[in-house]
């Protein structure tokens, strides 16, 4: 059993930068593939980020590729997703969300891959 936490949300102008936090319980974190989704209202929940147990493999999704970073600190339980060069269309609840895998380098892409998942917090980025 995980239980994740996001923080880091808020309100940025276009062009600013925020650094999402997902904090997890248990003493099984670094075996758990973490995946960053966002929905905006109306709109499917839409796949961000993910890392691997290893941290070597992240994918990201073609709409942040190249401004959005994933990053994890197993000894913290910990993945961070920095967020540089926002856009108003980056406006979402962001989640993070954990599978187990036993493999280190797997990463999966889908929300109904997920077992876990955090509450959720608000990012807002005004024009």
């Known amino acids: 059993q995980v239980q994740l936490v996001e923080s880091g949300g808020g309100l940025v102008q276009a062009g600013g930068s925020l650094r999402l936090s997902c904090a997890a319980s248990g003493r099984t974190f670094s075996t758990y593939v973490i995946g960053w989704f966002r929905q905006a209202p109306g709109k499917e929940r839409e796949f961000v980020a993910a890392?691997?147990?290893?941290?070597?493999?992240?994918p990201y999704g073609n709409s942040v590729k190249g401004r959005f970073t994933i990053s994890r600190d197993n000894a913290k339980n910990t993945v961070h997703l920095q967020m540089n060069s926002l856009k108003p269309e980056d406006t979402a609840v962001y989640y993070c969300?954990?599978?187990?895998?036993?493999?280190?380098?797997?990463?999966?892409?889908?929300?109904?891959?997920?077992?876990?998942w955090g509450q959720g917090t608000q990012v807002t980025v005004s024009s």
């Open positions: 969300a954990a599978k187990y895998s036993p493999y280190i380098g797997e990463v999966f892409l889908q929300p109904h891959e997920y077992d876990y």
């Open positions: 890392i691997s147990r290893s941290g070597n493999n992240t």
